[in-house]
C-alpha cells in the first residue's frame, strides 16, 4: 500500500497519549487531524481488508449468477453485486480521505496484493454455490462488520455501516431462503451438500488465526475490532449451523452443552485441494504456518477476478496514453 499513499507520519501528527485521550472523552475519530501515525496505519489496514472483500465478491457472484435458473432470480444476483459494489466505494473512498490514491489501490494493484480473504480465490460454479455464499460468506461478513460496526472509533466508517448492515441482511436472507428451498427436493439438497462440504470449512478459515497465536492490542484498543477471531467464529457458528441443521444439511460442528461453546468436528485447520474443491480431511489437521503459505500463493480465480476488475481501466489509460 505504500506506493500507493502519503506515507502516514505526513498526515496523522497527534500523539498515541492525544488519541486516547480524545477516545476517552468520548468522541469519535471524525478524520486526519485526530489521528496518530499507528491508527492511520491501522485504519488504512482494516479498511482495505474490507473494501478487497466487498469488492471481489462481485466478479465472484458475477460467474455464479450465470447459473440463475430464471432471468428474475439473474436479477436479484445483480443487485446483490451492485451493494456489494457500493460498499467496496464506501472503503475505498474513506481510504481516499486518509491519503491513499484510490485509483492505484484499486486499479493498478498486483492481484497477488489484494487483502480480500482467500475463500473468494476458489470458483463458485453453481446457482447451488452461489445462495450458499450467500448464506455463509455474507453471514461471514455480516459477523465482522457488525463487530466493527459496534467497536469502531472511528466516526465516519461507523455511520456508513448502518446501511451496509442493512444491505448484507438482505443478501443473507437471500441465501437462507435459497437454501431452504432447494433443501426440499432430493436431488438439489445432495448438490448442496456437496458444495456446503468444502465451503463450510473455507469459511470456518476465513476468521484467522486462533486467538493464542495472533494479539493485535492495537486493534483492540482502537476499536478496529471488538471480538477475538475464535469469538468471531463462534458468533459466525452459531447463525450457521442451527440454521443447517434446520434445513436437514450436515456440517462437521455441533454444539457442545457443556463447553457451552461450538465444537468442529473434523481436522481443523487441514490442507485443502483447491483445483478439486476438496479438504484432505484423512491427512489429519496441518498447522496455520501451512495454511498462510496457500493463503499467500493466493487461489485459483485472484488473477482472474482481478484482471476483470482492472480491465477497463487498463484498457482507457492505455487508449490515452
Ligand atoms: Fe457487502
Ligand atoms: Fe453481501
Redo the contacts with the bound molecule.
Keep these: 500500500m505504500t506506493a500507493h499513499a502519503v506515507p502516514v507520519e505526513e498526515l496523522a501528527r497527534k500523539s498515541e497519549a492525544e488519541v486516547r485521550h480524545h477516545l476517552d472523552s468520548g468522541k469519535l475519530v471524525e478524520g486526519l487531524a485526530h489521528m496518530s501515525p499507528q491508527y492511520l496505519a491501522g485504519i488504512r489496514r482494516i479498511l482495505t481488508v474490507s473494501a478487497d472483500t466487498?469488492l471481489v465478491?462481485a466478479p465472484s457472484y458475477l460467474r455464479a449468477a450465470s447459473h440463475a435458473p430464471a432471468l428474475n432470480n439473474f436479477g436479484s444476483a445483480v443487485s446483490i453485486i451492485q451493494?456489494?459494489l457500493a460498499?467496496a466505494h464506501i472503503g475505498y473512498r474513506l481510504l481516499g480521505d486518509l491519503g491513499v490514491d484510490m485509483s492505484a489501490l484499486i486499479y493498478e494493484r498486483e492481484p497477488s496484493e489484494f487483502k480480500y480473504p482467500y475463500a473468494f480465490d476458489v470458483p463458485l460454479d453453481s446457482w447451488y454455490e452461489l445462495v450458499l455464499a450467500n448464506a455463509l460468506y455474507d453471514q461471514a461478513?455480516f459477523v465482522l462488520l457488525s463487530d466493527v460496526h459496534r467497536s469502531s472509533t472511528f466516526g465516519p466508517w461507523k455511520r456508513a455501516l448502518a446501511k451496509?448492515d442493512k444491505?448484507?441482511t438482505f443478501h443473507l436472507r437471500h441465501g437462507r431462503t435459497w437454501v431452504k428451498k432447494l433443501s426440499a427436493d432430493p436431488d438439489d439438497k445432495r448438490r448442496l451438500q456437496e458444495s456446503l462440504n468444502w465451503m463450510f470449512i473455507l469459511t470456518l478459515e476465513w476468521f484467522g488465526l486462533p486467538d493464542d497465536r495472533k494479539l493485535h492490542g492495537i486493534q483492540l484498543e482502537y476499536g478496529f475490532k471488538g471480538k477475538g477471531n475464535d469469538e468471531l467464529r463462534q458468533a459466525w457458528m452459531a447463525e450457521v449451523v442451527p440454521f443447517v441443521d434446520e434445513v436437514g444439511l450436515r456440517v462437521p460442528a455441533h454444539w457442545d452443552q457443556e463447553r457451552q461453546r461450538y465444537t468442529i468436528d473434523c481436522p481443523f485447520p487441514a490442507a485443502f485441494d483447491e483445483e478439486r474443491k476438496q479438504w484432505l480431511l484423512d491427512d489429519g489437521p496441518i498447522s496455520w504456518d501451512e495454511v498462510m503459505v496457500r493463503w499467500k500463493r493466493r487461489g485459483p480465480m485472484n488473477r482472474d477476478y482481478v484482471n476483470r476488475l482492472q480491465k477497463g481501466y487498463r484498457s482507457r489509460i492505455g487508449v490515452a496514453a
Excluded: L, P, R, T
Design positions: 466487498e465478491s451493494d456489494e460498499h461478513g451496509v444491505e448484507e
